[in-house]
């Protein structure tokens, strides 16, 4: 037996010193260090730029969005007064006469419920029938890929195409029609429709991802009890899937009470609400939403009334934040647990 | 006996500040080569049992030297030690195993190796690990782990081309990137070693995903190698395999560990048994008994190794 | 026997009852969801029926640019009520040159800062700001482009006109626009802020979903965080990117209301030989022309010009969902829904 003692210094990988007297062999090079490949590893100069980008684009980031809230909160508290929610708009000049803004957040609420309204149902049944049939197949992708069209179009598209839709005589009764037969083609009805559009990718996006993660073998279960397929979809995946409805339906909603476009176009002009006479006259009628309030009464529209619109702008921004609010308790809310 | 004084050779070692190191190798016919803080004959209970590693297929002496150890690594989570004081050596051209039920810490200890337990934010960690007489700590962690490789329970191929999963390594790694054309013969090389070439070799540019499930844990292990790591560390790499691709994994296992040290956490014990020449078993954080694989086995000497390895046996 | 055999007739009748009910479901589920095709088809041809006197009039002049576009809508907006007589010349290159100027840089700078702020909040920022950075990012994307209008005609615009907008700087260009701050630079700053948390949010959303086990395994290679970040989830997530790229472009195209607000509303190209005065000159996109000429849009040659920039939005939309498409299709290669 023999033992060899060898004294290493201290310093980076000693066993790389090979000693001539080391009966072992020697450790082949790698294939990287063969091919010339080198080893330097940390981060280079284009490592480091990046790294900095990240943090420069995040902390601004952070900065406008602090700012943004924050300047809108200031100037919400600043110059929204109670009263405002129950007083009708006045036409005048003079901010401090010209009222509050009562029918644009009733008009506001109104349009949303009409929009949401035709979006849900639709919507569940296009998302059901894409997920649930879906035969056949090139008919799906079609209309998979319309709903994303839908989805890409301008709203001021949708809003002109409305127009162009309910000025034809036959849509008479959904807006007021002028003697001599010339139909308005705004109301509530008719802009509602359009927003139904906005909302409807949405309502179906989440819908059809709700159905998605609900198991086969729920649904096997089902159908292994007796239920036909349309009692299936009613009684267990609809019930199951009812969170992504309802978050689909609220991120509806909050594109629908955002939109300006459509308003614009298909709501008329007038700040006061105005319904026509008869049954659904309200509907019919036509209106302001607070997004054509904010609109009109900044230096762009013709009040030029900067306190109202910021004010406007403010309970705005809080129905957004509730919608929000909705969304991610929704999210939290327990999912179905399979298995 | 003799004693020979090694003294640092490139002549640009600034004097030493640290007492040298003494590293004892002890030789004979039939106790293999070890070295490490080591003074004296080898324990018989705890080095090599000369039937496992002491020659090679032709009688020439097979080489293990340390390239890792711990001293007294505990890593806690929180509260939760996941690993307890625990000190164990990782030489090349062995393979040792780490056994030992759910939950004691071997996987812990394993990604301490590298590092990668950092990636855990919780994870705090005492004691030394000590990669080539220096503490990991000392080095560059992306250093380190291009020279410590590590393998997973699931096989992770990048959503790339296989070439470019092979190449990932070497190509992100530096300021400069490397030509295909240099890359190549690395990139085959390493697909060679990992067993994988023949299967491949024809279609390179397509997508790793489509492999299947051994042929990407085998492509995880080339991509590993051609980084050229000097200690590879494996996690169940065969939890998630069918039994032949477990059986191809093992045998290139065993091929690569005359170039690589090799660590594998296993819940298999056969598995243990059929490849590794060290054993250690783990239990609630604490090494409970390390060893030849066959002593390991065969005789444990603790009681509640007995009760795993017998529970695992029979 | 005989029991059995009548339990089984009656067990068919009933299992072709259920085929019968199962098969209208299907049936009117299906016809509801093709509607939205119908819905396409019809809103292509009418606007594009509508528009097409527009363009035959003009042939392809009708891109280029010649007079002023202001000028020439007026014109068109005062033809004569005979129809023989409608006025429609149109060189519609400045709203052309205004929509893609605006949208395109404001969705360059916006890829690039969503992106690097994406990594900044999933990668880099402390866990308490990523807590309260994440939700306000999702409201953001939620706030109606009014407000961001609001913000911008009564901050932002004046704030330019104050402090970047010389006399001297005035006089330079007085002979062809007039500067009062509304401006593309103004334009485009505000669609930046408004188009970057949509994308944010997706990115954000895309790179949580990045199995760790990738990011994991490049570190494992010694590839350091920057790197892995880049090249294994930023590569991974490249279908998420476009498809926010799609999205925000797709906004940014079609805003109008925003855009009339703090743009300019001025249908003039402005000049990049003008130096920095360049970004303070005033644009109108398309879509903006739609919404501030709403009330024109009963005067034949004026409505159909609207409709032809509608066909012209509504093209633009569509082919952006297509190669929004092809592009996903083109990265799925590697990916093999493995996410």
């Known amino acids: 037996m023999s033992i060899e003692v060898r004294t290493a210094a201290p310093g980076p990988r000693p066993s790389l010193v090979k000693d001539p007297t080391d009966p072992r062999p020697t450790p082949k090079p790698s294939a990287a260090a063969a091919a010339g490949i080198s080893h330097d590893t940390g981060w280079s100069i284009g490592d480091k730029a990046g790294l900095i980008a990240a943090w420069v684009c995040g902390i601004s980031l952070c900065v406008i969005a602090a700012s943004i809230v924050l300047f809108m909160a200031w100037k919400g508290i600043q110059f929204l007064h109670l009263d405002m929610l129950t007083t009708s708009p006045q036409a005048s000049l003079d901010q401090s006469a010209n009222g509050g803004f009562l029918d644009p957040l009733v008009g506001t609420l109104l349009l949303t419920a009409i929009g949401i309204a035709f979006a849900v149902p639709t919507g569940v049944a296009i998302a059901v029938w894409l997920t649930e049939y879906g035969r056949p197949a090139g008919l799906a992708r079609l209309v998979e890929s319309g709903v994303e069209i839908v989805a890409g179009t301008p709203s001021i598209v949708l809003a002109i195409f409305g127009l162009l839709v309910f000025q034809q005589s036959f849509m008479g009764i959904f807006s007021f029609t002028a003697e001599g037969g010339a139909v308005f083609g705004r109301s509530f009805l008719t802009a509602g429709a359009m927003m139904a559009l906005i909302a409807l990718p949405l309502v179906i996006g989440s819908t059809r991802e709700a159905l998605n993660t609900i198991p086969r073998h729920v649904r096997e279960a089902s159908y292994a009890l007796g239920k036909d397929k349309a009692s299936t979809i009613r009684r267990v995946l609809l019930p199951s899937a009812r969170n992504g409805i309802a978050t689909g339906a609220t991120l509806g909603m909050g594109r629908i009470c955002g939109d300006t476009a459509i308003v614009v176009i298909l709501l008329g002009a007038s700040m006061q609400t105005t319904p026509e006479s008869g049954f659904f006259g309200l509907f019919r009628g036509t209106g302001s939403t607070l997004t054509s309030y904010v609109y009109n009464n900044s230096p762009a529209g013709e009040g030029n009334a900067p306190d109202k619109a910021y004010a406007a702008a403010f309970v705005l921004l809080m129905i957004v934040i509730l919608l929000n609010f909705v969304v991610s308790l929704i999210g939290k809310r327990k999912a179905p647990q399979w298995n | ?314 | 026997m005989e029991a059995a055999s009548f339990n089984e007739v009656d067990l068919q009748e009933q299992t072709l009852e259920v085929d019968r009910t199962d098969r209208r479901v299907e049936l009117l589920l299906g016809a509801l969801a093709s509607t939205i095709l119908l819905l396409i088809a019809g809103m292509i041809i009418f606007v594009f029926v509508k528009a097409l006197p527009s363009f035959t009039h003009n042939g392809l002049a009708w891109f280029g640019s010649g007079g002023s576009v202001d000028d020439q809508l007026m014109n068109i907006f005062n033809s004569p009520a005979e129809p023989e007589n409608y006025v429609y010349h149109l060189r519609a290159w400045p709203l052309l040159y205004a929509t893609i100027l605006i949208t395109g840089v404001a969705v360059l700078i916006s890829v690039v800062f969503s992106v690097l702020s994406g990594i900044f909040i999933v990668e880099f920022a402390p866990e308490r700001l990523r807590k309260t950075i994440e939700p306000v990012v999702k409201l953001l994307a939620a706030v109606p482009s009014v407000i961001y209008g609001l913000i911008g005609i009564l901050v932002v615009v004046p704030f330019v006109a104050e402090h970047l907008i010389s006399e001297g700087r005035k006089e330079s260009v007085a002979y062809v626009i007039q500067l009062d701050g509304t401006s593309i630079l103004v334009g485009v700053f505000i669609l930046t802020i408004m188009i970057c948390p949509i994308m944010i949010a997706i990115i954000v959303d895309a790179l949580r979903a990045v199995p760790d086990k990738w990011v994991e395994g490049a570190a494992a290679l010694g590839v350091n965080r920057w790197r892995a970040m880049r090249t294994v989830s930023l590569r991974a997530i490249r279908p998420a990117i476009v498809a926010a790229l799609v999205l925000a472009t797709a906004r940014a195209l079609g805003e109008a209301i925003m855009l009339s607000m703090v743009a300019g509303s001025v249908g003039f190209a402005p000049n990049p030989l003008d130096g920095f005065t360049f970004f303070l000159e005033p644009a109108r996109p398309l879509a903006s022309t739609i919404v501030d000429n709403a009330e024109g849009l009963s005067v034949a040659p004026f409505g159909q010009t609207m409709y032809a920039f509608a066909a012209i939005l509504l093209i633009s939309s569509a082919f952006l969902s297509f190669a929004g498409w092809a592009a996903r299709k083109s990265f799925s290669r590697y990916t093999l829904g493995a996410r």
């Open chain 2, 1 to 314: 006996m003799e004693l020979t004084e090694d003294h640092p050779q490139d002549g640009s070692a600034p004097a030493a500040v640290v007492p040298p190191l003494r590293r004892i190798v002890v030789e004979s016919e039939t106790v293999p080569i070890r070295v490490g803080d080591y003074a004296g004959p080898p324990d018989p209970n705890y080095g090599r049992d000369p039937w496992q590693v002491g020659t090679g297929t032709e009688g020439e002496p097979v080489w293990v030297e340390e390239r890792m150890r711990t001293e007294d690594l505990s890593i806690a989570y929180g509260d939760n030690r996941a690993v307890k004081d625990v000190s164990i050596e990782v030489n090349s051209g062995e393979v040792l195993a780490l056994i030992g039920p759910s939950g004691c810490g071997k996987t812990t200890l394993l990604r301490s190796l590298n590092r990668l337990v950092e990636l855990t934010p919780a994870a705090k960690r005492t004691g030394r690990i000590i990669l080539d007489n220096q503490s990991v700590d000392d080095f560059d962690v992306t250093q380190l782990r291009s020279r410590v490789g590590m393998l997973f329970q699931q096989p992770n191929p990048f959503p790339m081309s296989i070439f470019d999963n092979v190449a990932y390594g070497l190509r992100e790694r530096g300021s400069k990137k490397p030509r295909r054309k240099i890359l190549e013969p690395v990139v085959v090389d390493a697909l060679e070693r990992a067993g994988l070439w023949d299967e491949v070799s024809s279609n390179l540019n397509h997508p790793a995903l489509a492999l299947s499930g051994g042929q990407q844990q085998r492509l995880c292990i080339a991509r590993s190698l051609a980084v050229s790591p000097e200690v590879l560390l494996l996690d169940e790499p065969c939890s998630a395999l069918d039994p032949i691709s477990t059986s191809i994994i093992e045998e290139t296992i065993v091929e690569l560990k005359s170039e690589v040290a090799i660590v594998i956490v296993t819940h298999n014990l056969q598995q243990a048994a059929r490849i590794a020449d060290r054993v250690a078993f783990m239990y609630l954080g604490d090494l409970v008994e390390q060893g030849a694989a066959g002593q390991v086995f065969g005789a444990p000497r603790e009681e509640r190794t007995q009760d795993y390895v017998g529970g695992g046996f029979g």
